[in-house]
């Protein structure tokens, strides 16, 4: 019987029977004890995983948010008319996140917006590249915000 735990048997799995290894039980963990050169070398490999998972983790956030588009707002008219305002945005950020930035940035609430693209609405949760109109990198879009009564 082979009694070498096994990476892929549980820990408290019994004996398996007519099981061959290639190993014998030595009833140790290992001979001897680690050599610091081979401790080093451990960590300098963890160390370049790190930096290797950190930078494939920045370029998949970077894929997320897409690249930035540029929005022509056509807000609704006060005393002087219609007003535009323009905002540079990450593709991937969602209409109603759009919304805040219009209630931070121009006083008007929320709730009370509504986004129309080419007349048609835009809804809360999509994102702006959810939208075939909205195109990184072609020429501005215009997005008319009307109030709800």
Known sequence: RCFIRHSHRRRDALPVRNHTCPQPYTGKARQG??????????????????EQASKQ???????ERGADLLVVLQLPGGPDGPQQAEHRLPAGVTVAYLKLVIEQQHGIPSSTQCLKLAGKPMLDPFSLCDYPA??????????????LS
Do not use: F, H, Y
């Not at 983790?57 to 894929?63: C, N, P, Y």
């Open 57 to 63: 983790k920045q370029e998949e956030s970077a894929a």
């Open 33 to 50: 004890p680690r050599q610091p050169s081979d401790l080093n070398m451990n960590l300098d490999a963890l160390e370049a995983s790190r």
């Open 134 to 147: 909205l195109k990184a990198g072609q020429a501005p879009v215009s997005i008319t915000v009307e109030l």
